[in-house]
């Protein structure tokens, strides 16, 4: 046991950046970038509510998992529209790239209700699923590998979505320690937008946070997470019918079938870029100079190392 204590501490010094974390560096709506603020240190004002941690919450009833460690109200609320294009940028706790790559990014809204998001309190929110991405069409690297490469992800706002201001929930869930109840690691963030237009679009049912998960739900407890042939279902409800039945919710291309959901949108096939997402998510990954994000590292391979030496 003592020498499996110090392989596995070698092996953590090795790859330092495997155990890090990070947040949500910056969100541009159709092009316009609002950066985010480093936790716990404010520097300017931003549509992206401030977290004072890097660390992930954990467990499905905590009540940071609505917005992030400690989250505050931000100062602004970005414009958007019906079908804009909004791409979400992660960092590491030391500004690097994102450390994790496995398991799902998820995105919901939630309407602000009487009032502007920047006095709305997300504990109040009445949140509805728009987008969910797992793993890629060749069954083992998950879209969250492109992220960690360097990447940033993208989804399309519901066509037609009702008016209104909207808190934008966009979540990484790692899952690398999620094979005992209670390791998934969930880093949730929260952008203010307020969308124009005349849309009518809105869901029918809606989740709170905490709430919409259990501890236990496949999804979240993964066992076999990094067993040939997994296959991943999605936490969580359905992606809101309004959004699955008509409105193009991303930019991407869908051609896994190795993650599943109750409920799918439509994908937007692209002849410019291979598939990057699962069935159910709709949105695409690039670097940070536009190009389509490739997979480089695998260090769920140190996971396997980790999980047979207990």
């Known amino acids: 046991m003592r020498s499996a204590t110090i392989i596995a501490a070698s092996l953590l010094a090795f790859v330092p950046n495997v155990v890090g974390h990070g947040y949500l560096r910056s969100v541009a709506i159709d ?12 520097s300017g004002d931003s549509p992206i509510r401030l977290i004072d941690s890097v660390e992930p919450v954990k467990g ?31 960092a590491s706790g030391n500004g690097g790239n994102w450390p994790h790559n496995t398991g799902p990014m998820l995105t919901y809204m939630a309407s ?3 009032t502007t998001c920047d006095k709305f309190d997300a504990s109040n929110a009445q949140w509805f699923k728009v987008d969910e991405v797992g793993k890629k069409s060749d069954g083992s690297t998950w879209v969250q ?25 966009h979540e990484i869930i790692a899952l690398q320690l999620a094979m005992s109840d209670g ?17 009518d679009g809105a869901p029918n049912a809606t989740v709170t946070f905490p709430g919409a998960y259990s501890d236990t739900e496949p999804g979240i407890l ?13 936490p969580g409800p359905a992606i809101a019918s309004f959004v699955a039945a008509g409105s193009s919710s991303g930019s991407g291309n869908n051609a896994s079938t190795n993650s599943t959901s109750s409920a799918a949108p439509s994908a937007t ?20 100079n536009g190009n389509y ?10 996971s396997r190392v980790m999980r047979n030496l207990n």
Request: aromatic fraction near 10%.
């Open 293 to 302: 994000a490739r997979e480089e590292f695998r260090p769920r391979r140190l």
């Open 145 to 169: 590998q492109d992220i960690m490469n360097g990447g940033t992800y993208s989804f399309n706002l519901p066509n037609d979505i009702q008016g209104g201001d909207y808190l934008i929930r």
């Open 222 to 234: 993964t066992p076999d997470v990094y067993n040939p042939g997994f296959t991943y279902t999605f």
């Open 31 to 42: 092009g316009q970038t609002y950066q985010g603020n480093v936790p716990n240190n404010p």
């Open 269 to 288: 096939a692209s002849s410019a870029a291979p598939s990057s997402s699962s069935t159910s998510g709709s949105g695409s990954c690039y670097d940070m």
């Open 60 to 90: 499905a009833s905590n009540p940071n998992l609505s917005c992030g460690q400690n989250a505050q109200t931000a100062a602004l609320v970005a414009s958007a529209n019906p079908g804009s294009e909004v791409t979400f940028a992660w």
């Open 112 to 114: 602000c209700a009487d």
């Open 183 to 199: 390791g998934a690691e969930f880093y949730p963030s929260c952008t203010q937008v307020r969308i124009s237009g005349n849309g």
